[in-house]
DNA sequence: TTGTAAATGCAAATAATTTGCAATTAGGAG
DNA sequence: CTCCTAATTGCAAATTATTTGCATTTACAA
C-alpha cells in the first residue's frame, strides 16, 4: 500500500519543496489512489484541507508530479484525468462511461505488443489501455 | 479497401446530406486512411479542394462522422485526434511522439480482458489500446 | 421548380489549461 | 535561530481548442 508518506518522500528526492498545498494535494490523490480524478475535484477536495489554494497551483503541481512519473494522465472527453501511478503493480482501467468510476485491471498484454512495434521500427515508450463501459449501479439506470 | 463511394453512401444512408464540403473533408480522411489527423490539419487539407471551407464546419462534421460511428476520435495532449473507422480489420495504433505518425498494430488483446471485467460487475463497450514511442526517422534525432 | 430542413460561415462564447508577475515561503547555510 | 534565495504560490489575464447563436445558403425530395 502506498503512504503519503511515501509520495512526500519522493517529492523531496526530486528536489521539491513540501509546501502545505503540494502536501494537501498529495492527501487528495492518495484518498482517490487507484482512481482518475480532474484537476477541478482535486480542487473541490483540497480546498477542505487548506481552503484558497488556487486551481492554477494545482495544475501546476499535478505537472510536476506527471514530470517524475507519480502521475498517469489521460484526456478523453474535454477534462484531463489524473490518477497516482502505484509501483506495485502495473495495470489498467475499467472506467464508467457515466460516473466515471474506475476499477482496476491488473492485466497488460504489452509484450504481445512488442514484436510487433518492433516490426514497425518504432521504439516503444508508453502505451495506454483503456476500457469503456458501465459500472454495476449505472448499469441499473440504462434504458432497456 | 474503404472507398469514397462506400463512405458517401453510409453518410446519405443516416439521412445526413452531401455538401461539397463534406464530400471534401471526407476525401481528406480517406486519404489519411488509417492515421490519425486532428482537426485543424483536416482543414489545410480540405481548403485546397473547397477553398474557404470553414474550422467550424470541420468540427460539426466530425462530430457527425464520429455519432454515425464512422470516425475514432482520440485526444491524449489538447488537441482531439480523428481517424477513420475501417471495418474490415479490428485493430489498434502505435502513435510517434515526435512527428504523429501512425502505424497499425493488428493485434487486440480484448478477449483476454473481458474476463477481467466481468469480475468487476462492468459492461464492457468500448477499449482504447494506444502505444507511444518514436518512429524509424524521430529516433534519429533524439539526443543519444 | 419549389419548399424545407439541414448545413454552412462568421463572430462571439466557452471552458480547460497556461503564463506573467509580484508577493510569499520552505528549508539549507551560516 | 536567522537569513537568504530559489522555489512556490495566487491572482488576473492570455491562450487555445472547441462550441454555439444566428442569419444565410443549399441539397434534394416531392
Known amino acids: 500500500m502506498i503512504s503519503l508518506k511515501d509520495l512526500k518522500k519522493k517529492v523531496k528526492e526530486?528536489?521539491?519543496?513540501?509546501?502545505?498545498?503540494?502536501?494537501a494535494i498529495l492527501k487528495v490523490l492518495i484518498g482517490h489512489n487507484?482512481?482518475?480524478?480532474?484537476?477541478?475535484?482535486?480542487?473541490?477536495?483540497?480546498?477542505k484541507i487548506y481552503p484558497n489554494l488556487n486551481i492554477t497551483t494545482i495544475y501546476r503541481n499535478l505537472e510536476i508530479l506527471e514530470d517524475i512519473n507519480m502521475l498517469h494522465k489521460t484526456k478523453d472527453?474535454?477534462?484531463?484525468?489524473?490518477?497516482?501511478?502505484?509501483?506495485?503493480s502495473h495495470h489498467?482501467?475499467?472506467?464508467?462511461?457515466i460516473c466515471g468510476k474506475t476499477e482496476i485491471i491488473d492485466f497488460c498484454p504489452l509484450k504481445k505488443f512488442s514484436d510487433l512495434v518492433k516490426e514497425k521500427n518504432f521504439i516503444l515508450t508508453?502505451?495506454?489501455?483503456?476500457?469503456?463501459?458501465?459500472?454495476e449501479d449505472c448499469k441499473k439506470d440504462l434504458n432497456p
Chains 1, 2 share one sequence.
Open 14 to 23: 526530486n528536489g521539491y519543496k513540501l509546501t502545505p498545498q503540494r502536501k
Open 34 to 47: 487507484k482512481h482518475f480524478i480532474s484537476a477541478e475535484d482535486i480542487l473541490k477536495e483540497t480546498i
Open 77 to 88: 472527453n474535454n477534462t484531463a484525468l489524473y490518477c497516482l501511478i502505484c509501483e506495485e
Open 92 to 97: 489498467h482501467h475499467i472506467i464508467c462511461k
Open 126 to 135: 508508453d502505451h495506454k489501455i483503456e476500457l469503456y463501459g458501465y459500472c
